[in-house]
Nanobody
């Protein structure tokens, strides 16, 4: 199986924006959903957002997103993107994408991650 590949991370100031991209693969295409998780130093990996892997799929967000992020399928590019706006220092961490094989199961098959750093 081919692992997802994340890109788009970087260093931004508070209030800035980043657009993360998760490259789709046969593995991710066949999954029930694709999700973004993040992990800050000293903390456990936490859920950020997810989207079902079909056109018009439902989207899901962690409470802390508070309308700031949008997850979407880019079918032409075979990616799942996460547009992040109004970034705050608490958003700093390594962002990973993974897949959910069926409803109610844990996400897995993680990529290597992309670093997001939000400076104060």
């Amino acid at each position: 199986q081919v692992q997802p590949e994340e890109s788009g991370g970087g260093l931004v100031q508070v209030g800035g924006s980043l657009r993360l991209s998760c490259r789709a693969s046969g593995r991710t295409f066949g999954a029930y959903a694709t999700g973004w998780y993040r992990q800050a130093p000293g903390k456990e990996r936490e859920f950020v957002a997810a989207i079902n892997n079909w056109p018009g799929g439902n989207t899901y967000y962690a409470d802390f997103v508070n309308g700031r992020f949008i997850i979407s399928n880019d079918n032409a590019e075979n990616t799942v993107d996460l547009q992040m706006n109004s970034l705050i220092p608490e958003d700093t961490g390594v962002y990973y994408c993974g897949t959910q094989q069926r409803a109610g199961t844990p996400f897995g098959s993680w990529g290597q991650g992309t670093q997001v750093t939000v400076s104060s």
